[in-house]
């Protein structure tokens, strides 16, 4: 079975490529400006929506937020 999580560090690699920061890209989203740093550690995982939202701002497909996993049933 193959599942999926949120990757932070990907999040922040794509974020920081753009020269966007974390404070900019949560006023884009309508976020607190923790929301990001929260993304992106891995402390929080962000909703659908919104995870759709961040790949629309990074112009990226919402799969490069994720880390695929094979696990063993």
């Not at 794509?14 to 974390?22: C, G, H, T």
Request: proline fraction near 7%.
């Amino acid at each position: 079975m193959t599942t999926y999580t949120f990757n932070g560090p990907a999040l922040r690699q794509l974020r920081q490529e753009r020269k966007i920061s974390q404070v900019a890209l949560a006023g884009a989203l309508g976020l607190a400006n923790t929301s990001v740093s929260h993304y992106e550690t891995g402390r929080v995982t962000p909703p659908a929506p919104t995870l759709f939202a961040l790949a629309e701002l990074l112009d990226v497909e919402p799969a490069d937020l994720m880390t695929r996993a094979e696990v063993a049933q």
